[in-house]
């Protein structure tokens, strides 16, 4: 007898036992597996424990997490990397808003998952009556991702998630809820009508291919160009397209510089690559073209002192999203369509006699490119104790120079911005990091997904206050036994760990417990903790881990004063005008 019979009355048994039978448990596992779901990323409770007990014995992979908002970064960088759908499934309410920060990053990086939630009784929610966990989930979602949907009846659930895996995926991804009530798991219907109703989700992401007139006026405004640049955003490196993507490149002769995440896509030390003449080639380029890449804040919105004033730049850019043109200022040449497509469009209509850009243009980039890597080549090679951020950098830069298919995740303030700007990637979607809005977060929950999707090793160069907003997630990395390797700038705060409370015996805003050793959390879980004081220990330490596999946490020492406010972006904090202390 099935356990499905066992738990049904007894008078209903006859009858159940003449026909096959599933429920919604078994439907949603059903259906995620037909659209091929492989991992789901998880936080148990009611009413989903036994959804993830049943889809583990389906033999789905089932990672349980500490803190939802760490398994949906995971499903929302798994999305990213695999272009597939990251799924992450809560409890109701407290769980459900734990995750909503995830799916909202993810929806403002364009990353395509998938937060499907338990819910409670509708009719006791909607009458507001105090129900478990009661809480409009699905209202409160809506605002925050690309779709949401409820499914009521366990016939709706293959369609149900056949729309979240559509609306995830196509045009410009993002995130998607799925509100799945405590009442649909149990409901009951006929296996084969239950079979039927599973939808298979053909060709989720179709190709959009770009308008030839559109092409063509793209590619003029292209050849009009003196002083041409490429800007690479990591919708570029979503796309998959880097054959196509390197070949364009390459056969333009033109500057690219890669946004951080797009990193990689060409390797940072292509003769192309204008990322350490980053100003240089914003100010003074004439055309420029936008691959997968948004003039939101991290572009200075396209405009101002760092395109260099006044502008009179023409600007193509390529996206999937309509929307996106005009945004911010005028695009000459709005190519919307897949990156994919598009770029083999271009490609197509170059022909043979491209005219690459003017050499004294492509110089002049080489020349500051140079300079600029000169001036930092010295700081790298510090080896003092305790480190400064370039010190211990530059151990992290040899360790991927040898390891280019490691993935790096990285988040913090002086530990993100700089980390970013020395440390080369050579391969794509290596660089992971906190995105278009700056989250603090991500670091744990990207780990652990980018070593189980890629089976490759991961490096997470945290901040230590960075770390703290996900650390627990140590545990699962241990549990999982994963190769992920943790290496914490530990400089005793947030930017710098030397603010001092004037006003009282508090400490200071900014500050944390001095000289606290991280790595020893490490070991409490079995993994391996180091204590490294100097770039060499630090750069041995992490060989080790990378060589062994074995979960590690290193504890980088760091100058407390070595870092500046908000690392790279200090410029936007607002500034009192009132100097004076206020009258008592
Ligand atoms: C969710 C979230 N909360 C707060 C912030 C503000 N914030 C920006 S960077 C940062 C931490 C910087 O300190 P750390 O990670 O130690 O990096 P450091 O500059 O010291 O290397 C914080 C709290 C944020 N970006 N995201
Ligand atoms: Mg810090």
């Given at each position: 007898m099935s356990a499905l019979a066992k738990r049904i009355d007894p008078v209903e048994r006859e009858v159940v036992e003449e026909r096959e039978l599933t429920d919604g448990f078994h439907l949603v596992i059903d259906a995620l597996k037909l659209n091929g779901v492989k991992t789901i990323y998880n936080v148990p409770g009611i009413p989903i424990t036994d959804l993830g007990r049943m889809a583990q014995a389906a033999g789905l992979r089932v990672i349980s997490f500490r803190h939802e908002q760490n398994a949906g970064n995971a499903a929302a960088i798994a999305g990213y990397l695999t272009k597939q759908p990251g799924i992450c499934l809560t409890v109701s309410a407290p769980g459900f808003l734990n995750g909503l920060t995830a799916l909202a990053n993810a929806t403002t990086n364009c990353f395509p998952m998938i937060l499907i939630s338990g819910s409670s009784e509708r009719e006791i929610?909607?009458?507001?009556?105090?129900?478990?966990?009661?809480?409009?989930?699905?209202?409160?979602?809506?605002?925050?991702?690309?779709?949401?949907?409820?499914?009521l009846h366990a016939a709706d659930i293959g369609i149900g998630v056949a729309r979240a895996i559509r609306a995830a995926v196509?045009?410009?991804?993002?995130?998607?809820?799925?509100?799945?009530?405590?009442?649909?798991?149990?409901?009951?219907m006929d296996a084969e009508a239950g079979q039927k109703s599973l939808v298979k989700v053909i060709d989720p992401a179709p190709a959009q291919i770009p308008a030839p007139v559109a092409v063509k006026r793209a590619l003029d405004v292209l050849k009009s160009a003196k002083r041409p640049l490429i800007i690479l955003g990591k919708g570029a490196a979503y796309?998959?397209?880097d054959d196509a993507i390197r070949t364009f490149i390459e056969k333009s002769g033109i500057p690219f510089l890669p946004m951080s995440m797009a990193k990689?896509?060409?390797?940072?030390?292509?003769?192309?690559?204008?990322?350490?003449?980053?100003?240089?080639?914003?100010?003074?380029?004439?055309?420029?073209?936008?691959?997968?890449?948004?003039?939101?804040?991290?572009?200075s919105h396209g405009k101002g002192k760092n395109w260099g004033e006044p502008h009179s730049k023409k600007l193509i850019q390529i996206d999937i999203e309509p929307k996106e043109m005009d945004s911010n200022v005028e695009i000459t040449a709005p190519l919307v369509g897949d990156i994919g497509s598009c770029v083999s469009a271009l490609l197509e209509g170059m022909g043979s006699k491209w005219q690459v850009p003017p050499t004294d243009w492509t110089h002049a980039i080489k020349t500051k490119r140079e300079e600029n890597i000169a001036k930092m080549a010295p700081r790298l090679m510090k080896n003092s104790a305790p480190m400064d951020f370039h010190g211990a950098l530059g151990a992290l830069r040899t360790v991927i120079k040898e390891r280019p298919d490691a993935i790096l995740v990285n988040e913090g303030a002086n530990t993100l911005d700089l980390a970013r700007g020395v440390i080369d990637m050579y391969q794509p979607r290596k660089r992971l990091d906190v995105g278009t809005w700056g989250v603090m977060g991500i670091g744990m929950g990207f780990a652990i997904a980018a070593a189980i999707e890629t089976g490759k090793p991961v490096l997470a160069v945290?901040?230590?206050?960075?770390?703290?907003?996900?650390?627990?997630?140590?545990?699962?990395?241990?549990?999982?036994?994963?190769?992920?390797?943790?290496?914490?700038?530990?400089?005793?705060?947030?930017?710098?760990?030397?603010?001092?409370?004037?006003?009282?015996?508090?400490?200071?805003?900014?500050?944390?417990?001095?000289?606290?050793?991280?790595?020893?959390?490490?070991?409490?879980?079995?993994?391996v903790g180091v204590n490294a004081t100097t770039p060499d220990e630090l750069k041995r330490a992490v060989d080790k881990a990378m060589d062994s596999g074995k979960p590690t946490l290193i504890n980088a020492v760091i100058d407390p004063a070595a870092g500046s406010e908000s690392g790279r972006i200090g410029n936007l904090n607002p500034q009192s005008k009132l100097r004076k202390k206020p009258t008592q």
């Open positions: 929610v909607d009458l507001q009556q105090g129900d478990y966990e009661e809480m409009d989930q699905l209202a409160i979602a809506k605002p925050l991702c690309k779709a949401a949907f409820r499914v196509s045009g410009r991804p993002g995130g998607v809820y799925l509100d799945l009530p405590a009442k649909l798991f149990a409901q009951v796309a998959q397209a990689g896509l060409l390797p940072d030390t292509h003769p192309q690559c204008a990322g350490a003449a980053r100003s240089t080639v914003l100010k003074e380029s004439d055309v420029v073209m936008l691959i997968g890449a948004r003039l939101n804040w991290l572009l945290e901040g230590d206050s960075a770390f703290g907003f996900s650390g627990m997630e140590i545990e699962t990395i241990c549990r999982y036994n994963l190769p992920v390797c943790v290496v914490i700038f530990n400089n005793d705060g947030i930017y710098r760990g030397t603010d001092v409370n004037s006003a009282g015996s508090d400490p200071a805003t900014t500050v944390f417990v001095k000289g606290s050793r991280y790595d020893k959390m490490m070991e409490a879980f079995g993994g």
